[in-house]
Protein backbone atom coordinates (compact mmCIF):
# COMPACT_ATOMS: atom_id res chain seq x y z
CA UNK A 1 0.00 0.00 0.00
CA UNK A 2 0.85 3.45 -0.52
CA UNK A 3 -0.31 6.83 0.62
CA UNK A 4 -0.34 9.76 -1.58
CA UNK A 5 -0.40 13.28 -0.08
CA UNK A 6 -1.09 16.55 -2.30
CA UNK A 7 0.05 20.20 -1.11
CA UNK A 8 0.75 23.42 -2.94
CA UNK A 9 -2.79 24.16 -4.47
CA UNK A 10 -3.99 27.74 -3.73
CA UNK A 11 -5.26 31.00 -6.02
CA UNK A 12 -3.35 32.46 -8.78
CA UNK A 13 -3.65 34.52 -11.22
CA UNK A 14 -4.47 34.22 -14.82
CA UNK A 15 -0.81 33.55 -16.64
CA UNK A 16 0.74 33.19 -13.07
CA UNK A 17 2.45 30.34 -11.78
CA UNK A 18 1.94 27.11 -8.93
CA UNK A 19 3.78 23.96 -8.22
CA UNK A 20 2.01 20.93 -6.60
CA UNK A 21 3.63 18.11 -5.08
CA UNK A 22 2.53 14.79 -4.05
CA UNK A 23 4.26 12.78 -1.82
CA UNK A 24 4.27 8.79 -1.55
CA UNK A 25 4.66 6.83 1.93
CA UNK A 26 7.27 5.09 1.00
CA UNK A 27 9.70 4.47 -2.00
CA UNK A 28 7.53 3.40 -4.43
CA UNK A 29 10.41 1.64 -6.70
CA UNK A 30 11.66 1.75 -10.61
CA UNK A 31 8.58 0.12 -11.93
CA UNK A 32 5.86 2.49 -10.73
CA UNK A 33 3.93 5.32 -12.73
CA UNK A 34 2.64 8.38 -10.88
CA UNK A 35 0.23 11.10 -12.46
CA UNK A 36 -1.39 14.14 -12.45
CA UNK A 37 -4.82 14.27 -12.95
CA UNK A 38 -7.50 17.55 -12.86
CA UNK A 39 -11.33 16.88 -12.49
CA UNK A 40 -13.45 20.24 -12.68
CA UNK A 41 -17.24 20.82 -11.22
CA UNK A 42 -19.15 19.12 -13.85
CA UNK A 43 -16.10 17.78 -16.13
CA UNK A 44 -14.83 14.19 -16.32
CA UNK A 45 -11.53 13.82 -14.78
CA UNK A 46 -8.51 13.83 -17.55
CA UNK A 47 -4.84 13.37 -17.38
CA UNK A 48 -2.99 16.34 -16.81
CA UNK A 49 1.06 14.71 -17.03
CA UNK A 50 2.62 11.74 -15.79
CA UNK A 51 6.00 10.25 -15.39
CA UNK A 52 7.88 7.03 -15.03
CA UNK A 53 9.78 6.65 -11.53
CA UNK A 54 12.90 4.49 -13.35
CA UNK A 55 13.93 6.80 -16.00
CA UNK A 56 11.50 10.00 -15.53
CA UNK A 57 9.83 9.90 -19.41
CA UNK A 58 6.79 11.42 -19.22
CA UNK A 59 3.34 12.20 -21.05
CA UNK A 60 1.92 15.06 -20.94
CA UNK A 61 -1.74 16.28 -22.12
CA UNK A 62 -2.11 18.31 -25.44
CA UNK A 63 -1.68 22.02 -25.28
CA UNK A 64 0.13 21.57 -21.78
CA UNK A 65 3.64 20.22 -22.58
CA UNK A 66 5.62 23.38 -22.77
CA UNK A 67 3.78 25.35 -19.65
CA UNK A 68 3.38 22.56 -17.65
CA UNK A 69 6.50 20.26 -15.95
CA UNK A 70 6.13 17.01 -14.33
CA UNK A 71 9.27 15.73 -12.52
CA UNK A 72 9.99 13.60 -9.34
CA UNK A 73 13.12 13.48 -6.61
CA UNK A 74 12.97 9.66 -5.71
CA UNK A 75 14.99 10.12 -2.19
CA UNK A 76 12.01 12.78 -1.22
CA UNK A 77 9.35 10.58 -2.29
CA UNK A 78 7.86 13.24 -4.28
CA UNK A 79 6.78 13.98 -7.67
CA UNK A 80 5.82 18.02 -8.71
CA UNK A 81 3.71 19.45 -11.23
CA UNK A 82 5.43 22.98 -12.39
CA UNK A 83 2.53 25.10 -13.97
CA UNK A 84 3.33 28.21 -15.65
CA UNK A 85 0.98 30.64 -17.53
CA UNK A 86 -1.96 29.49 -16.26
CA UNK A 87 -5.39 30.30 -17.47
CA UNK A 88 -8.89 29.81 -16.25
CA UNK A 89 -9.72 26.37 -17.59
CA UNK A 90 -6.93 25.27 -15.42
CA UNK A 91 -9.39 25.72 -12.44
CA UNK A 92 -10.18 22.35 -11.07
CA UNK A 93 -9.35 19.75 -8.09
CA UNK A 94 -5.41 18.01 -8.77
CA UNK A 95 -5.00 14.31 -7.75
CA UNK A 96 -2.14 12.22 -7.49
CA UNK A 97 -1.95 8.83 -8.60
CA UNK A 98 0.28 5.92 -8.64
CA UNK A 99 0.52 2.21 -9.96
CA UNK A 100 2.73 -0.28 -10.54
CA UNK A 101 4.08 -0.54 -13.71
CA UNK A 102 4.00 1.83 -17.16
CA UNK A 103 2.55 5.31 -17.68
CA UNK A 104 -0.87 5.02 -18.21
CA UNK A 105 -3.64 7.93 -18.85
CA UNK A 106 -6.92 6.73 -17.81
CA UNK A 107 -8.00 7.16 -13.89
CA UNK A 108 -9.06 3.77 -13.55
CA UNK A 109 -6.08 2.38 -14.47
CA UNK A 110 -4.59 3.55 -11.31
CA UNK A 111 -4.68 2.15 -7.30
CA UNK A 112 -3.48 4.43 -5.42
CA UNK A 113 -5.07 7.94 -5.42
CA UNK A 114 -4.34 10.79 -2.98
CA UNK A 115 -6.98 13.31 -1.12
CA UNK A 116 -6.50 16.35 -3.96
CA UNK A 117 -5.84 20.08 -4.18
CA UNK A 118 -7.71 22.64 -5.69
CA UNK A 119 -6.28 25.11 -7.74
CA UNK A 120 -8.08 28.16 -8.51
CA UNK A 121 -7.08 30.41 -11.70
CA UNK A 122 -8.60 33.63 -11.15
CA UNK A 123 -9.25 36.01 -14.12
Known amino acids: QVQLVESGGGLVQTGGSLRLSCTAS????????MAWFRQAPGNEREVVAAIWWFDSSTYYKENLKGRFTISRDVAKNTMYLEMNSLKAEATAVYSCAGRTGNIMTLARQYEYWGRGTQVTVSS
Open 26 to 33: RSVGGNFA
